[in-house]
């Protein structure tokens, strides 16, 4: 399968109609598809945005041609399964063949806003496989009920339904990976140490092969953050200003508010993103680190640049590092 290299639309930094115009122009300049964040509330007040990521998705579709998913919604909290599937399976008949629906066991940041307890992580995760059950069932086209430990769905169908769009699940973990090679069609990861997702590779190719599928032919999907600008101090303090996130060494899943991240914040040097987030002016420094994990088994990997430079680094990557990339 021939790596594809798409735009992560960072809906925690761009007005919406900003960002479909970024969509629109980096699809031109040659990058293959979309994958959209969805946010509640962005990360750091700083970065300032966060529609709704349905809305956002329509619209660019309406103005580009690739593939386009989110990346990643949780279907389990702030919103029922059964929307998500509506939302996804309308989305799928605008744009025949051209929507994946990547789903996710959700943070506090986005999902806490409707109140309620917010458990722990091993629970989040036996909320997200029921709410893939249900979303499956609904997928079907026939009409399905379900009674489980977290979610009732009274009898009903979809009746907008041209296709079932490919589900891919966003995991880090390696027990998520194993059922997510199972149970789903692909698989979406952030970047890491090679031999952190070369691990998790491995682990959800097992799974495939467990529920006889051939994890070659399955898409495996990584969301790479990265800080490309003219200088090295400009690239830096894009990281520093715009993306602090990036360089907190913990786990973000049970933090409610950007305030409290903006504090965080603070404490965020700049030798920590070393082996997170590639600070460079380079454009073939950026070139080997996207090719060592095309190298490592990813079918799509989706660039984001975390400085506001966009139209800037579209342009310069479309020219210099696209076009030497090796499937």
Same mark, same amino acid.
């Given at each position: 399968?021939?790596?594809?290299?798409?735009?992560? =639309?960072?809906?925690?930094?761009?007005?919406?109609?900003?960002?479909?115009?970024?969509?629109?122009?980096?699809?031109?300049?040659?990058?293959? %598809?979309?994958?959209?964040?969805?946010?509640?509330? +962005?990360?750091?007040?700083?970065?300032?945005?966060?529609?709704?990521?349905?809305?956002?998705?329509?619209? !660019?579709?309406?103005?580009?041609?690739?593939?386009?998913?989110?990346? *990643?919604?949780?279907?389990?909290?702030?919103?029922?399964?059964? @929307? !998500?599937?509506?939302?996804?399976?309308?989305?799928?008949?605008?744009?025949?063949?051209?929507?994946?629906?990547?789903?996710?066991?959700?943070?506090?940041?986005?999902?806490? *806003?409707?109140?309620?307890?917010?458990?722990?992580?091993?629970?989040?995760?036996?909320?997200?496989?029921?709410?893939?059950?249900?979303?499956?069932?609904?997928?079907?086209? $026939?009409?399905?009920?379900?009674?489980?430990?977290?979610?009732?769905?009274?009898?009903?169908?979809?009746?907008?339904?041209?296709?079932? +769009? #490919?589900?891919?699940?966003?995991? &880090?973990?390696?027990?998520?990976?194993?059922?997510? %090679?199972?149970?789903?069609?692909?698989?979406?990861?952030?970047? &890491?140490? @090679?031999? $952190? *997702?070369?691990?998790?590779?491995? $682990?959800?190719?097992?799974? =495939?092969?467990?529920?006889? $599928?051939?994890?070659?032919?399955? #898409?495996?999907?990584?969301?790479?953050?990265?800080?490309?600008? +003219?200088?090295?101090?400009?690239?830096?303090?894009? /990281?520093?200003?715009?993306? #602090?996130?990036?360089?907190?060494?913990? %786990?973000?899943?049970?933090?409610?508010? +950007?305030?409290?991240?903006?504090?965080?914040?603070?404490?965020?040097?700049?030798?920590?993103?070393?082996?997170?987030?590639?600070?460079?002016?380079?454009?073939?420094?950026?070139? /080997?680190?996207?090719?060592?994990?095309?190298?490592?088994?990813?079918?799509? !990997?989706?660039?984001?640049?975390?400085?506001?430079?966009?139209?800037?680094?579209?342009?310069?990557?479309?020219?210099? !590092?696209?076009?030497?990339?090796?499937?």
């Amino acid at each position: 399968m021939t790596a594809q290299i798409g735009y992560a =639309a960072m809906s925690e930094q761009f007005h919406p109609t900003e960002l479909v115009e970024l969509c629109r122009r980096a699809e031109q300049a040659g990058f293959a %598809g979309t994958m959209a964040a969805d946010h509640f509330q +962005p990360w750091v007040p700083q970065q300032g945005h966060a529609p709704f990521v349905w809305n956002l998705l329509t619209a !660019v579709g309406a103005v580009t041609t690739g593939d386009l998913g989110p990346g *990643v919604t949780c279907p389990s909290f702030k919103m029922h399964p059964a @929307l !998500v599937a509506q939302a996804s399976a309308t989305l799928a008949a605008m744009y025949p063949g051209r929507h994946w629906l990547g789903l996710g066991s959700g943070e506090a940041l986005n999902e806490h *806003v409707v109140g309620g307890y917010w458990p722990e992580a091993p629970d989040r995760l036996r909320r997200m496989w029921e709410a893939v059950a249900i979303i499956r069932k609904l997928f079907s086209g $026939k009409e399905v009920k379900h009674r489980g430990e977290f979610f009732t769905l009274e009898k009903t169908r979809l009746w907008t339904l041209d296709e079932a +769009p #490919p589900i891919h699940i966003a995991t &880090a973990g390696p027990i998520t990976a194993r059922r997510t %090679g199972r149970e789903a069609d692909g698989i979406i990861t952030p970047g &890491a140490s @090679l031999d $952190k *997702v070369a691990g998790i590779l491995a $682990k959800f190719a097992e799974g =495939a092969r467990e529920a006889g $599928k051939d994890p070659d032919a399955m #898409p495996k999907v990584l969301q790479l953050h990265l800080s490309w600008a +003219p200088t090295h101090e400009h690239a830096l303090a894009n /990281a520093m200003t715009e993306w #602090p996130n990036g360089g907190m060494k913990f %786990g973000k899943g049970d933090i409610r508010s +950007p305030y409290d991240f903006e504090q965080m914040a603070k404490l965020v040097r700049p030798e920590d993103f070393e082996g997170r987030l590639l600070i460079s002016a380079d454009p073939d420094a950026h070139r /080997a680190e996207i090719q060592r994990f095309i190298d490592a088994g990813f079918t799509h !990997v989706y660039l984001h640049n975390v400085g506001r430079n966009q139209a800037e680094w579209i342009d310069v990557f479309a020219r210099e !590092v696209l076009p030497a990339l090796r499937s």
